[in-house]
């Protein structure tokens, strides 16, 4: 009796071992499952980073795009200020020559 009792036992100790190996493989392949996540996060957190800068880049270039506009459209109205003033000499002139 003492005999099957205790064969009983080492039957259910093999059972917990199969199991805990089991279960250490479940875990060494979550981990490399994880560890597969946290490199498409790093390579997420990469392109983020990218379309960031180049928002940023994107932003500057517009900034600038902007002042150069204000500032052609200050030179053309300086242009045609200097234009009527050259006119307006002209006629000057051409009304003192009658």
Known sequence: M??????A???RLKTVQSELQSLGRGSTELLQASNGILDAVRQVLVGTQQI???????GRAGAEAATAAREQAQGAEDL???????????????NAKS
């Open 52 to 58: 960031a800068a180049a928002s940023e880049e994107a």
């Open 2 to 7: 003492e005999i099957r009792k205790n064969r």
């Open 80 to 94: 045609a200020a200097a234009i009527e003033e050259i006119a307006s000499l002209a006629d000057e002139l051409q």
């Open 9 to 11: 036992v080492i039957d």
